[in-house]
């Protein structure tokens, strides 16, 4: 059975810090695409960050600079360190895994996703 569960969130204020973690099991982990999805209330979900199996790194342009993606393939444990956090990242925040050849991520669609967490809520107040 697989499971993706998320901690670390929280409420801070603008231009605090908070530190994701999410715990994966039931599956392959280091051979996954993972990464991090946040969906604020009336807005689609986006994808946030994602890291392939080989540690190779992406981001959404309102976050680079300021967050940080990284992956323990041995404790099957994804990272989302977010640094000088804005109100505009108030949302919750899913952990998943993409299923592709060589662990590779392939896809932004969020449909193409395979595993999800139940989330985990950051709030940013000014």
């Known amino acids: 059975q697989v499971q993706l569960v998320e901690s670390g969130g929280g409420s801070v204020q603008a231009g605090g810090s908070l530190r994701l973690s999410c715990e994966a099991s039931g599956y392959t982990y280091n051979t996954y695409c993972m990464g991090w999805w946040r969906q604020a209330p009336g807005k689609e979900r986006e994808g946030v960050a994602f890291?392939?199996?080989?540690?190779?790194?992406s981001y959404t342009d309102s976050v680079k600079g300021r967050f940080t993606i990284s992956r323990d393939n041995a404790k099957n444990t994804l990272f989302l360190q977010m640094n000088g956090l804005e109100p505009g990242d108030t949302a919750m925040y899913y952990c998943a895994a993409l299923r592709s050849d060589g662990g590779y991520c392939t896809s932004n669609n969020d449909e193409d996703w395979h595993y999800w967490g139940q989330g985990t809520q950051v709030a940013v107040s000014s």
């Open positions: 890291i392939d199996s080989d540690g190779r790194r």
